[in-house]
Structures are given as structure tokens and as C-alpha cells.
């Protein structure tokens, strides 16, 4: 991983090896929201979970997932496929493609920020925030 002052870059290799969850709020230092990793061997199948106040979005990154929700609907999602979660709702996923599957899972609570980004020009891209 590098780390500097405003930004840190990793990649789940550097995170892990094998089958399981890669930590990257942990790893990345994310304090806004939580950001979690997971890669699944083929057939494998979560537990059912919900939770008590965090709003989940799961991201497929690699292979084929089936999400399962408490009110018996499945979803298959290939690569890019996006599901979003209220906390409450009950939910698990399984691979079902023959390789691995890799998901990115974001969460949290509290809401939207909104539009605060500031544009800036060519000369100061690259000074630091501050600087004249």
C-alpha cells in the first residue's frame, strides 16, 4: 500500500490472499463510510444477515452472483451488476459461476452529502490544498 497525506492506493492483492473478506475501509484508512470486499469460492453460499441501521450497496466485480432477499426473490448479477440494500432487509449471496467471485460491498448511514466538489485550474492540479 502507499500512503501519503489525502489519499492512500492499494489493491485487494495487497490486501489478501486465498477465499474471504478484504478489509479495505481498514486497510485504506476510510473513516466516511464502511467498504468492505468479499471473494467467494465457486458454490459458495452466505448466511442469510441484515443489519440494524447501515444501508448496503454490493458491487459485482468478477464472476457470476446470485443475490437471495427475505422475501424469497434471487438475482443473478454478472460483472458490474449493482445491488443496493435498506438495512433491515434480509439478504445473502452464493457464487454461482464455476471460477471465483469477487464483490465489493459499501455501506452506511446518515445520507447523502450532495454536490461539493470544487473544480481546479491547471496551474495549482498539482499544489497542495492551501497553497497560492
Do not use: C, W
Amino acid at each position: 500500500m502507499t500512503e501519503h497525506e489525502g489519499y492512500a492506493v492499494s489493491s485487494l492483492a495487497e490486501m489478501g490472499e486465498g477465499y474471504g473478506f478484504r478489509k479495505i475501509r481498514h486497510e485504506l484508512g476510510v473513516t466516511a463510510f464502511g467498504i468492505n470486499a468479499i471473494v467467494l469460492p465457486p458454490d459458495y453460499e452466505t448466511g442469510i444477515h441484515y443489519h440494524d441501521e447501515q444501508e448496503e450497496t454490493y458491487f459485482v466485480h468478477k464472476g457470476q452472483v446470485e443475490f437471495r432477499f427475505g422475501d424469497g426473490t434471487r438475482h443473478l448479477l454478472g460483472p458490474g451488476g449493482l445491488v443496493r440494500v435498506d438495512a433491515q432487509t434480509h439478504r445473502g449471496m452464493r457464487n454461482a459461476g464455476k471460477g471465483e467471485a469477487i464483490v465489493v460491498i459499501a455501506g452506511g448511514k446518515g445520507g447523502y452529502v450532495g454536490r461539493d466538489g470544487n473544480a481546479v485550474d491547471a496551474a495549482s492540479a498539482h499544489a497542495p490544498p492551501g497553497a497560492p
